[in-house]
């Protein structure tokens, strides 16, 4: 069964903190991605990476960064957060060999930022 | 580019009745699309997905969508609603040199009535 795991379901950190949020796949994905989801705005990208130590900038990168050092996983880091990243962060993987395009998500995290 | 408007935020309905969720694109090459649903502090889950076959598709939970190029929609219906339904709903457009990348509509809150 296809399984998309983030480390954290909820987590509150303060303004100015490093964060890092966590996203594990199992399924041997190429491509991963983190979105963040807010009410009336859907899903919106963050970052993306289609292989190991690749990355690509989504539709708002800025406060963001990604690492992946290994396939099965892709962190998300916030260098300094802040209130206004306050939001559902959502991983999600799929395979460059799976036709159209399917993702398969995470549970996702609630982060606050206080 | 491709875009995505769910032309309602909130729908209400009673248990027992259609289902209609309505969704209009913009795509600049043949899409895939998909509607995908989120239930309460759940991950999202693929309901169903069009990708250039069949232009009445079918998905899981009863639920149908017809692919009109014409009037570039891709509506969501069910002929009868059940209290499980309750959730949000996602349209989502891919186009096939985008990279496996995604573009989410700002969802819909299906609500059912007892």
């Known amino acids: 069964d296809v399984k998309v795991t983030q480390s954290s379901r909820y987590l509150v950190k303060r303004t100015g903190e490093k964060v890092f949020l966590e996203c594990v796949q199992d399924m041997d994905h190429e491509n991963m991605f983190w979105y963040r989801q807010d009410p009336g705005l859907g899903l919106r990208l963050i970052y993306f990476s289609y292989d190991v130590k690749m990355k690509e900038k989504g539709d708002i990168p800025e406060g963001y960064s990604v690492s992946r050092e290994k396939k099965e996983r892709f962190s998300l880091i916030l260098e300094s957060a802040s209130t206004n990243q306050t939001s559902m962060y959502l991983c999600?993987?799929?395979?460059?060999?799976?036709?159209?395009?399917?993702?398969?998500f995470g549970p996702g995290t609630r982060l606050t930022v206080l | 580019a491709q875009s995505v408007t769910q032309l309602d935020s909130h729908v209400s309905v009673s248990e027992g009745t259609p289902v209609l969720l309505r969704c209009n694109y913009s795509s600049s090459y043949s899409p895939s699309l998909f509607w995908y649903v989120q239930h309460p502090n759940k991950g999202l889950q693929l309901l169903l997905k069009?990708?250039?076959?069949?232009?009445l598709v079918k998905g899981i939970n009863g639920f149908e969508a017809e692919f009109k190029k014409s009037e570039t929609s891709f509506h969501l219906t069910k002929p009868s609603a059940h209290m499980s339904d309750a959730a949000e709903y996602f349209c989502v457009v891919s186009e096939g040199d985008a990279g496996n990348m995604l573009t989410f509509g700002g969802g819909t809150r299906l609500m059912v009535k007892p």
């Open positions: 069009y990708t250039s076959a069949a232009t």
């Open positions: 999600a993987s799929s395979s460059t060999g799976l036709a159209n395009n399917e993702q398969f």
